[in-house]
Nanobody, 115 residues
Framework: QVQFVESGGGSVQPGGSLRLSCAAS????????IYWYRQAPGKQRELAAS???????DYTDSVKGRFTVSRDNAKNTVYLQMNSLRPEDTAIYYC?????????WGQGTQVTVSS
């Protein structure tokens, strides 16, 4: 059974940090490209960051310099370190895994940035 479980969300004040995790099971994790999407209230889901199977990183402009994505294939886990958080980072964060025609979503984790 394929499963992705996100964790690490919560409520922080502006300027704070959180580290999200996405743990996978039931797949050969190292083959997959992993994407972190986020969806703010009333807005469309957007791609925030990604890490491919060969370690190539990419970030949307609004998170560059603040967010860092990494992966530990031995633990079947991808991380999103989020620093200098802003109120506009408030959203549900989802991990998405892709390999050829295979496509999986996690259940999401809520991040709230508010004073």
């Amino acid at each position: 059974q394929v499963q992705f479980v996100e964790s690490g969300g919560g409520s922080v004040q502006p300027g704070g940090s959180l580290r999200l995790s996405c743990a996978a099971s039931g797949i050969i994790f190292s083959r997959y490209d992993i994407y972190w999407y986020r969806q703010a209230p009333g807005k469309q889901r957007e791609l925030a960051a990604s890490i491919t199977s060969d370690g190539t990183l990419d970030y949307t402009d609004s998170v560059k310099g603040r967010f860092t994505v990494s992966r530990d294939n031995a633990k079947n886990t991808v991380y999103l370190q989020m620093n200098s958080l802003r109120p506009e980072d408030t959203a549900i964060y989802y991990c998405n895994a892709r390999y050829r025609f295979l496509f999986y979503w996690g259940q999401g984790t809520q991040v709230t940035v508010s004073s």
